[in-house]
T-cell receptor, first 112, second 113 residues
Framework: GESVGLHLPTLSVQEGDNSIINCAYS??????FIWYKQESGKGPQFIID?????DKRQGQRVTVLLNKTVKHLSLQIAATQPGDSAVYFC???????????FGSGTQLTVLP | DAGITQSPRHKVTETGTPVTLRCHQT?????MYWYRQDPGHGLRLIHY???????DKGEVSDGYSVSRSKTEDFLLTLESATSSQTSVYFC????????????FGPGTRLTVL
C-alpha cells in the first residue's frame, strides 16, 4: 500500500553542524510534500513544503530537496541549534487529495 | 499561530464510558481532521471533514464517530472507550483541498483505564 517512511528513526548532530533528514515515499501520484517539526508535548508545526514541479525549495536555515525519480525527500537544516531538537515528520498529499499521509518521524538530537 | 483549540487537553476515563473531544477553529477553514498519535505509528488519520455535515473515514476510524454542525467545530466521539484508544489526539485544519499545509492544534492526551 501507499506509505511514507523515514530512513533513520534517530539522528544526533553537533551544534553548528548541518542536519539532513531523509524520507522515502511510495506514491508516485503525490504532488505535494510537507515537513513538520514536533517538540515534546506540542502539536506538529509546519516547517516547509514543496510541490512536485520543483526539486528544491529554501526557507530560513532549511532546504527541502525532492527527487521524484527515486521518490525521495530530504530536509536539510543549516547550522543546527539546540532549539532544533525535535521529531521531524514528512507528509505527502497523494492518494486522496483531501488527506496527508505522514511518516513515522525522525528524532533529531542536537549535541552541545 | 493558527487559531485552533482543543478541549479537554487531558482526560482520564474508564473503559466503556463515552468521551467527546472538541476541536474549535477561528480560521474559517473548510477542512478539519482528527488524528491519533502513538509511539511507533506517527500520525494516523481517524476522520476528516470537508464541510459542514460532510465527513469521511480515515485509516483508523473504527470505534470513533465525528460530527460537524458548524464550520468552526469538529467533534470526535468515542462511543464506548477502550484501553486501545489511549493516545494523544490532534486536530488539524486546512484551507484548501489541494496543497496547503495543515495547521495542528495542541493535542488532547486521553487515558482509558
Amino acid at each position: 500500500g501507499e506509505s511514507v517512511g523515514l530512513h533513520l528513526p534517530t539522528l544526533s548532530v553537533q551544534e553548528g553542524d548541518n542536519s539532513i533528514i531523509n524520507c522515502a515515499y511510495s506514491n508516485s501520484a503525490s504532488d505535494y510534500f510537507i515537513w513538520y517539526k514536533q517538540e515534546s508535548g506540542k502539536g506538529p508545526q509546519f516547517i516547509i513544503d514543496i510541490r512536485s514541479n520543483m526539486d528544491k525549495r529554501q526557507g530560513q536555515r532549511v532546504t527541502v530537496l525532492l527527487n521524484k525519480t527515486v521518490k525521495h525527500l530530504s530536509l536539510q537544516i543549516a547550522a543546527t541549534q539546540p532549539g532544533d531538537s525535535a521529531v521531524y515528520f514528512c507528509a505527502e498529499n497523494g492518494g486522496s487529495a483531501r488527506q496527508l499521509t505522514f511518516g513515522s518521524g525522525t528524532q533529531l538530537t542536537v549535541l552541545p | 499561530d493558527a487559531g485552533i483549540t482543543q478541549s479537554p487537553r487531558h482526560k482520564v476515563t474508564e473503559t466503556g464510558t463515552p468521551v467527546t473531544l472538541r476541536c474549535h477553529q477561528t480560521e474559517n477553514h473548510r477542512y478539519m481532521y482528527w488524528y491519533r498519535q502513538d509511539p511507533g505509528h506517527g500520525l494516523r488519520l481517524i476522520h476528516y471533514s470537508y464541510g459542514v455535515k460532510d465527513t469521511d473515514k480515515g485509516e483508523v476510524s473504527d470505534g470513533y464517530s465525528v460530527s460537524r454542525s458548524k464550520t468552526e467545530d469538529f467533534l470526535l466521539t468515542l462511543e464506548s472507550a477502550t484501553s486501545s484508544q489511549t493516545s494523544v489526539y490532534f486536530c488539524a485544519i486546512r484551507e484548501s483541498q489541494r496543497g496547503g499545509e495543515q495547521f495542528f492544534g495542541p493535542g488532547t492526551r486521553l487515558t482509558v483505564l
